[in-house]
């Protein structure tokens, strides 16, 4: 089945700098890997998603991009702020109406 | 929008005892989802439900976990009798047609 793993596991960046966080995934046929974020006490926010047959995609500061060749995808935080500390997890879905295969999370904490 | 119901927030309890889950997906998604998440860990799988019939529920445990979604809308997931290591986080979530998955907010349980 589908294995995704997630890298770093934590992620300390001082405000304003940038954060990348990379996922890569085992199943060729996975074709939709969204990512969360998820705060203290909170479920998982869907924050973007990016489809197979998209290499790239942004929403203000925040972006994901995507290698099918290699099997990897990344998340990319801008112009961080303390309000993007949490939790961070990509996913994969190995099939049409097949549920999320996870990662193990990034916790990201941004320094004022 | 509404987004996804769960209750209670917190349960405690002793091993050996049962509990119970609810949750309320968002109004018209088709399919729901229960992922139990333990600590520092991504959401796994425990059951798909797609209306009122089970797509996936080869993750859960069943000789101690059951799960229903009469009438295809409302959720319950009950776990009887249960273990230290049921210790976590269960998050119920849906989409509207197995795609984008929207989660609650959790339920936090901790078997002592």
């Known amino acids: 089945g589908e294995n995704v793993e997630q890298h770093p596991s934590t992620l300390s960046v001082q405000e304003g700098d940038s954060a990348v966080i990379k996922c890569t995934y085992s199943d060729s046929a996975s074709n939709y890997f969204p990512w969360y974020k998820q705060e203290l006490g909170k479920g998982p926010q869907l924050i973007i998603d990016i489809r197979s047959n998209v290499g790239e995609k942004k929403d203000q500061r925040i972006a994901v991009t995507l290698n099918k060749t290699a099997k990897h995808f990344s998340l990319h935080i801008t112009e961080t702020q303390p309000e993007d500390s949490a939790v961070y997890f990509c996913a994969a879905r190995p099939g049409e109406n097949t549920p999320l295969v996870f990662g193990k999370g990034t916790r990201l904490s941004v320094i004022a | ?112």
């Open chain 2, 1 to 112: 929008e509404a987004g996804v119901a769960q209750s209670p927030r917190y349960k405690i309890i002793e091993k050996r005892q049962s509990v119970a889950f609810w949750c309320n997906p968002i109004s018209g998604h088709a399919t729901l989802y229960w992922y139990q998440q333990i600590l520092g860990q991504g959401p796994k799988l425990l059951i798909q439900f797609q209306n009122n019939g089970v797509v996936d529920d080869s993750q859960l445990p069943k000789d101690r976990f059951s799960a229903e979604r009469l009438k295809g809308v409302d959720s319950t997931l009950k776990i009887q009798p249960a273990k230290l290591e049921d210790s976590a986080v269960y998050l119920c979530a849906s989409s509207p047609q197995g795609d984008t998955q929207y989660f609650g907010p959790g339920t936090r349980l901790t078997v002592l």
